[in-house]
């Protein structure tokens, strides 16, 4: 049988006038066996065997014609390709042999670097004078051109970004615990986008307190973590936004002071006085502690505190002048917390240079796009934060 027989074959046994031809002299509704006969595949089996070389020609010719036209659509997206869109880079800290962290949503860093975990076998020698930050930040590839970027998590202007992440381990590399935390990673071209809040507005000290969301709220803030409830330190050196609000001559704590040139030291209680901060040209002085990096930025073993057990910890971060890191450790639920040795090894694992453990426990809070990320469904009033502007 030639091809134009067989497409006439196939009109016609889908020629809807013939079915109604059919179906009008049977002048009755057809019972469900006839439905299935009538539906039945077998007269097209017989139909396409017997005119089967036909058919094989003409699925030839049909799967010919769709190697043209696939070619054809091929060349034409080979043409006017359009560039992917880069991936946001990502980092964490390197699971335990073992560990699952497929409910881990990965902190981000700019230009795809990934943080060490520990620091290099050879440091390279510390310069003997701190680089400005416009010198470090200028060329950072984190701001924009001016425009504002708000993602679920980042935020991103021309002088300020932050990339916020929560992770899930069911066994930290250094622990070897169940640990659950949050980061967010902070560059600030100015020191001045990088504020603390008080729950009182009035000046000085006093025992105010307020929810965090409500404090950040009030301050414009773009992320926040809760400070060292200074208002209980009485025999503390405090300095908020460049402005001293308490003087101490004998400091019981060991200290954080973050200077206005960026630089961000942490000093043991006993080896400074009140001359030494102000010679620092201090923005913020933090009075909870204690230190969580020695000067080397290597982790420690011994603290001046009485606060070392496992818990849930709140921490600031230093890697270079313009550049902080918000942390969050949660220990009452889903985790174990970690002992100050144990978050002085974390943060050495981060990369920071510097670290300085915060009010921790049912204080410690993160606030980042509205939400309140704490480790108890109630959390604390809470006397100050640290806050991220732009």
């Known amino acids: 049988m030639k091809n134009g027989s067989v497409i006439s074959g196939l009109l016609k046994r889908v020629n809807l006038t013939e079915w109604k031809r059919f179906l009008t002299e049977q002048k009755r509704f057809l019972s469900l066996t006839e439905w299935k006969r009538l539906l039945s595949l077998t007269e097209w089996k017989r139909f396409l065997l017997k005119n089967k070389n036909a058919v094989l020609a003409a699925a030839i010719a049909a799967a010919m014609l769709g190697v043209l036209v696939f070619s054809a659509v091929n060349y034409r997206s080979a043409t006017v390709a359009f560039p992917a869109p880069e991936p946001d880079p990502i980092y964490t800290l390197p699971p335990a042999s073992g560990a699952n962290n497929t409910d881990a949503v990965a902190p981000r860093l700019p230009g795809g670097q990934v943080r060490p975990t520990a620091l290099p076998s050879t440091p390279t020698p510390a310069p003997t004078e701190p680089p400005a930050m416009n010198e470090i930040l200028l060329t950072a590839d984190v701001f924009t051109d001016g425009r504002v970027i708000a993602k679920e998590n980042s935020y991103q202007t021309k002088d300020v970004a932050a990339f916020f992440s929560v992770t899930l381990e069911d066994r930290n590399a250094i622990t070897g615990r169940r640990l659950m935390y949050y980061i967010v990673d902070i560059y600030v071209r100015d020191i001045e986008s990088l504020r603390c809040g008080l729950a009182d507005d009035t000046p ?41 609000l308490r003087t101490a001559e004998d400091p019981k704590r060991d200290v954080a002071v973050l200077c206005r040139d960026g630089r961000l030291l942490t000093l043991e209680v006993g080896s400074f006085t009140q001359a030494d901060i102000l010679a620092l040209d201090p923005w913020h002085v933090w009075n909870f502690g204690p230190a969580l990096l020695g000067e080397d930025g290597r982790s420690k073993e011994v603290f001046n505190s009485n606060v070392a057990a496992r818990n849930t910890r709140a921490a600031i971060g230093y890697f270079e002048p313009g550049h902080y890191c918000f942390v969050l450790i949660s220990g009452l639920q889903k985790s174990e917390g970690l002992t100050l040795r144990h978050l002085s090894q974390f943060m050495e694992a981060l990369g920071c240079a510097a670290a300085y453990n915060l009010d921790g426990g049912h204080t410690a809070q993160l606030y980042w796009d509205g939400q309140v990320l704490s480790a108890t469904r109630n959390p604390r009033n809470i006397h100050d934060i640290i806050y991220l502007t732009g």
């Open 204 to 244: 000085g000290l006093s025992s105010s307190v307020a929810s965090i969301k409500r404090l950040a709220e009030r301050n414009g803030a773009i992320a926040a973590i809760s400070g060292d409830y200074t208002a209980r330190q009485k025999d503390a050196y405090v300095v908020r936004n460049g402005v001293t």
